[in-house]
């Protein structure tokens, strides 16, 4: 059985007080209270701070491009079922540059879990506004303040049918570590989008900010109701609820593609040469 | 001995019912056929047209003069009418044109009517025209009916008997009315089994064979018959196809399947890779090896969707930013390309390479009669470290330094040891870092190490006529086919080869074979290419210094056509 320290890694090189540190900290202790080795797991994250946390912990990893996560995971968990597969991103990677990839993992339900570090800022390329920055935040990159509407993550999801919809706090290490669990366990795609501050750029959404928002959802909500999540999707403002917000189990793509479903992984499967020439003949 | 048969009328009319038929009778009464296509991009309506070519002998071309002209509508007869050869004959159904000719060429078949007559449905009028042409061309209808009866057996007996009907009816409909059908096709041999492969469907087969496990892709044509022919396959053996939702990540996906543990590939046209440009890079950065199937088209932009063109070669060779070795494979035909895709998928994991199949409209479509393709010749070797040998290991290193350069590809998950990649600059265990020093290291091993282990393998290009040739037709990809009926047809009079170039990058290296000295030797060098720009010949230049003394660029979206090809030429050596 492995323990947290298992999942020690290189030292961080995030800012003293980042948010990401207690993220990994959350992370590094879900991972040994699900009993997996740091070998059975494939850790896939983008381009940002956020990204770099496969090497901050021990798994292991495909630290691809900017916002292209998800389709690399997706094709892991199909080459190999029989892997937890975690995309890791940030809030620039994910629902800017990898937009359309996050529209369709949620179609595709393929049993990745995706974990968002959603500081509402690149931190990375020095503070510019990202998808999730509030209106009117000033940045070096929007000297007039942020004139777009922030994209709400959540209630895209809840919009989209996903199958599991939660958000975390970087500030509540405990209940983030239990969601982290809770999505991994869950059969089907997860996005547990998780706010915390940009200590260094972010000068609006702070620890103080955060933590006279942040909520968690009482036991009495039930995920599968999809208005009731759809409410609560929506508050983001004087209120934020964190927890699991929806949750639409169905069959994932694994289970549905005909050539893996119920079967061994694709990667364990025989390739058969020589009934794959069999296929010749039809030229004839 | 050799006929032309062309098949036009507007999209959705059944061009391609007819001309797979009677492609394959043909190919089973024992001609060799070549056949093509020139679509328009739309669904319904424009003017498309099929041709079929055969011969006793093989060939690897179309041509410009056609002996039996199947008019399936009124543009067809003014489109191609000019060129029918002096005994050739036109097919139509006045009924269908609407218009009657009064002239010995023009064979009027009531398709539609004996459609209706023997089948009760209009749309068999296709295989009564089918039928038409086997009977003007005298061929038994043995093999027609075999072949009818194969290809509906899975929409029922009814179906079945109809199309026998209609075939029957217009083989007899032309046997009887048809006086001045002199076609004498006989063919002296006895009937071979030969293959009718297009270009697409060969790729696939290659990749099949290759093992190739996982296909991603986004629809583009020409290489939507790459991602249909996968699709199919993924019924029956072990292939997961998925379309992704844009090209970014079709590339992202092969690659994420590849590092998982299977060989993977993507396909697209010129357009679509644009996007996977940046993923190429991914490719090239973390070692992963992927297979890209690139289909050129006439570009810039979306450029003419459904035509053809030799656009894309430099492109495909510098594209993407950074420097990293990739493998650029350019297949002359259907058979070329099963193999090179053979190969493509070899060097790609042997060396940890992106590898490209570039490809065209005309040959993606082209059918081609072939012997055989030998699946032995496709070698096939796990690269990969797993299980037992990768457990065993003391310790394991994605990106360690080799004498290679070549560092040992594992499977994740299958042993206890990590597999760690980055796009990043890396240390060998696959780490982000930033010193020089492991920099230096890592450009070493990644492109100066391995790219002139991957020229070695690289076969030259192939020569073809004259061993010492006065005049040097040279090509690259599709237009393999049209350059060796040209060296055919000048042999008698000049002293020519054709020297045409498969395996493009790197490229290959002139120790084997001094292709150089060839080119030097000759008088008159010309370079042929369905482009503006010469983009082979300025790449020859470049690497080589070697300069053609003649250039051919053809850049209407059309293949070279042999009379087309030895009227190019012959303006050139007289
Ligand atoms: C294609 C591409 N465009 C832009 C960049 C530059 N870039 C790197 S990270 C980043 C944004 C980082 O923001 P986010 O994803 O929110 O991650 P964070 O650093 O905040 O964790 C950008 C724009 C890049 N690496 N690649
Ligand atoms: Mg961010």
Redesign the pocket.
């Known amino acids: 059985m492995a323990e947290t320290v298992d999942f020690e890694g290189q030292q961080p090189a995030w800012c003293p007080g980042c948010g990401n540190f207690n993220i990994l900290k959350s992370f590094k202790a879900a991972m040994a209270e699900l009993g997996l080795q740091p070998h059975e797991l494939v850790v896939v994250s983008g381009i ?3 990204s770099k946390l496969p090497h901050y912990t021990m798994c292991n990893t495909f630290n691809g491009l900017h916002g292209r996560t998800l389709p690399v995971a997706t094709a892991i968990r199909l080459v190999n079922h029989d892997m937890p597969v975690i995309a890791v991103a ?4 994910c629902y800017g540059e990898g937009g359309n990839h996050f529209l369709h993992a949620m179609r595709r339900n393929v049993n990745v879990k995706l974990f968002v ?8 390329t020095k503070g510019q506004a ?1 998808p ?1 920055s509030g209106r009117g935040m000033v940045t070096t990159a929007q000297p007039a303040g942020v004139l777009l509407e922030p994209l709400n993550p959540v209630a895209l999801a809840v919009a989209m049918d996903a199958a599991f919809v939660a958000r975390g706090y970087a500030g509540d290490r405990l209940f983030l570590q239990e969601l982290m669990a809770k999505a991994m366990r869950f059969r089907g795609f997860a996005l547990l989008d998780i706010l915390h501050p ?1 200590i260094t750029f972010n000068r609006l959404n702070t620890y103080r900010w955060y933590q006279e928002r942040v909520y968690r959802i009482s036991d009495s909500h039930d995920p599968s109701d999809r208005e009731a999540a759809f409410r609560l999707a929506l508050e983001f403002g004087d209120r934020i609820p964190t927890g699991v917000i929806y949750r639409n189990e169905r069959p994932t793509l694994e289970e549905l593609v005909p050539v893996i479903a119920g079967k061994d992984p694709l990667v364990h499967q025989p390739f058969s040469r020589a009934e794959a020439e069999t296929e010749l003949k039809r030229f004839y | 001995m050799e006929y032309s048969v062309r098949i036009g009328g507007e999209a959705g009319q059944g061009i391609q019912t007819i001309s797979s038929i009677l492609g394959k009778v043909l190919v089973r009464t024992g001609f060799h056929v070549f056949t093509h296509q020139d679509y328009m991009s739309r669904i319904r309506g424009g003017h498309n047209f099929t041709q079929i070519r055969f011969a006793d002998r093989p060939i690897a071309c179309s041509r410009r003069q056609v002996d039996i002209l199947i008019a399936l509508d009124q543009q067809t007869v003014d489109v191609h009418r000019g060129d029918l050869a002096p005994d050739g004959l036109v097919i139509h159904d006045s009924e269908t044109i609407g218009r009657k000719y009064d002239r010995p060429e023009f064979i009027d078949v009531p398709a539609r009517r004996l459609a209706m007559e023997t089948a009760g449905k209009r749309l068999m009028e296709n295989t009564v025209a089918a039928g038409a042409a086997s009977g003007m061309l005298r061929l038994e209808l043995a093999p027609l009916e075999k072949l009818l009866s194969q290809t509906f057996a899975g929409k029922g007996q009814e179906a079945v008997d109809g199309n026998i009907a209609a075939a029957r009816a217009g083989y007899d409909f032309v046997l009887n009315n048809c006086p001045r059908c002199a076609f004498t096709p006989a063919t002296s041999e006895p009937p071979a089994r030969r293959m009718l492969i297009d270009g697409n469907s060969a790729v696939g087969m290659g990749a099949l064979l290759s093992g190739c496990r996982f296909y991603a892709a986004y629809p583009m044509t020409p290489s939507t018959g790459v991602l249909n022919f996968m699709a199919g396959q993924s019924r029956r053996h072990s292939l997961v196809v998925e379309q992704a939702e844009d090209e970014i990540s079709a590339i992202n996906m092969a690659i994420g399947a590849s590092y998982a543990g299977v060989r993977s590939m993507t396909g697209t046209a010129g357009g679509g890779f644009a996007l996977m440009v940046e993923g190429l890079s991914l490719a090239g950065m973390t070692e992963t090896p992927v297979v890209i199937f690139v289909g050129q088209r006439p570009a810039p932009a979306t450029g003419l969707p459904t035509r053809t063109e030799q656009g894309d070669l430099l492109y495909v060779l510098n594209a993407a930013h950074g420097e990293f070795p990739r493998v650029v494979m350019a297949p002359g035909s259907p058979e070329q390309a099963f193999y090179l895709t053979g190969k493509a998928f070899e060097l790609a994991e042997k060396y940890q390479v992106p590898a490209v199949i570039l490809s065209d409209t005309y040959l993606a479509d082209a059918g081609w009669t072939l012997d055989g393709l030998d699946a032995a010749r496709i070698e096939y070797r796990d690269h990969r470290l797993r299980a037992d040998a990768l457990e065993r290991l003391e310790r394991y290193q994605r990106h360690a330094f080799t004498e290679s350069g070549v560092s040992p590809l594992a499977e994740p998950g299958a042993s206890r040891h990590l597999v760690v990649t980055d796009s990043d600059e890396h240390d060998e265990d696959g780490h982000i870092i930033e010193d020089a020093a492991t920099r230096i290291k890592m450009v070493d091993k990644r492109l100066r190490k391995k790219l002139p282990l991957i020229r070695a393998e690289m076969e030259p290009p192939r020569l073809y006529g004259e061993e010492r040739p006065e005049i040097v037709l040279a090509g690259w990809g599709s237009n393999y086919g049209v350059l060796k009926e040209a060296v055919d047809e000048l042999r008698e009079r000049h002293s020519i080869a054709m020297l045409h170039w498969s395996e493009i990058w790197p490229l290959p290296a002139t120790d084997r074979y001094d292709y150089l000295a060839v080119l030097r030797r000759a008088r008159r060098t010309i370079c042929i290419e369905n482009n503006a720009g010469s983009q082979f010949a300025r790449l020859l230049r470049s690497e080589t210094g070697f300069q053609f003394s003649n250039r051919v660029n053809r850049f209407d979206g059309r293949p070279f056509l042999l009379e087309d090809m030895l009227q190019e030429v012959g303006k050139i050596i007289g």
């Open positions: 940002g701070q956020a940030g809030d620039g990677d570090h959603d500081n509402q800022i690149y931190g990375l990202s999730t940009c």
